[in-house]
Structure formats: structure tokens, C-alpha cells
């Protein structure tokens, strides 16, 4: 009886965890990010007033796309995971579109606006640091939210 005891305790801790994955779009409606967000919402976007647009398709595909106005292309990601790691921070794994090149940020929500709060990359690359942007030293943008 013993020795069945232990194999099936065994076997249950051998199970691969499901993971409490909830889905995306639920999510990104209970961290109220859906809509668009820019530094300054009363100007259009532009190199120096990105926007951040956070949306959810008819299929429930969840996208997160950069605007800097024109010259410049879209810059978008699919938006593969969403948790909320702490009361004001969620943690998004993304996608880059049509490249697939795969990125890990956290966001950082203090009242109306949030904070790409730290990013990087499957292979440990660092892009953002508590806020701050690697490679030029800059505290990364604070967008604002203008539409849902």
C-alpha cells in the first residue's frame, strides 16, 4: 500500500503544471489597457509623441502596435501572454510583426498613464531597466490614455 502510495505521488508530481493562463483579452480589460495611449494625446503621433495602441481583434487576437506617425511604419507585435505580476504591473510576452522576433516587457500603470518598467529578450538582452532605456540612458516614455 506504501509503495502504491508513492509511485502515484510520483506521478502526480511528474505531471507537467497547467499554468493559470488567463486569456489576453481579459486580462488587458482588467489592467484597463485596451485604447490608445500617447505621450501627449492632443498631438498627432510623431517620432517624439509615440502612441501605444493595445487592441483586440473579432478573433481575440490581442495586438499591441507602435505609432510614429509618417514617414515611419507601425511598428507591431502580437501579444502571445498576459498576467498581472504585482497590483500595478503586468507582464506581456509579445510578438514582432511579421519578423516573429519575440520580447518580454513589463508595464508599470502610476494613476492615468503607464511605463514600458523593464523588457528584454529570450536571450537576456536588456532593453529597459526599471524604466530606463538601455541604450541611450533616457527614462522610458509615459503614455497617457486617449481612447479606449
Excluded at 15 to 36: I, M, R
Excluded at 48 to 58: G, H, L, R
Aim: charged fraction near 20%; aromatic fraction near 6%; include cysteine.
Amino acid at each position: 500500500m506504501i509503495g502504491r502510495a508513492a509511485v502515484a505521488a510520483l506521478l502526480l508530481g511528474a505531471t507537467p503544471c497547467v499554468a493559470d493562463e488567463s486569456p489576453v483579452p481579459g486580462v488587458l480589460q482588467q489592467f484597463a489597457l485596451s485604447g490608445s495611449w500617447a505621450i501627449d494625446c492632443a498631438r498627432p503621433a510623431s517620432p517624439d509623441n509615440e502612441y501605444s495602441i493595445y487592441a483586440v481583434s473579432s478573433t481575440g487576437d490581442a495586438i499591441l502596435t507602435y505609432a510614429r506617425g509618417e514617414p515611419y511604419r507601425d511598428v507591431t507585435y502580437a501579444i502571445r501572454t498576459a498576467r498581472l505580476v504585482a497590483e500595478q504591473r503586468l507582464a506581456l510576452q509579445v510578438l514582432r510583426l511579421p519578423e516573429k522576433i519575440p520580447v518580454e516587457l513589463v508595464l508599470r500603470k502610476d494613476g492615468d498613464s503607464i511605463q514600458v518598467w523593464s523588457s528584454h529578450t529570450p536571450d537576456g538582452r536588456m532593453l529597459v531597466i526599471d524604466g530606463v532605456i538601455i541604450g541611450n540612458g533616457a527614462p522610458s516614455p509615459r503614455f497617457k490614455h486617449c481612447s479606449k
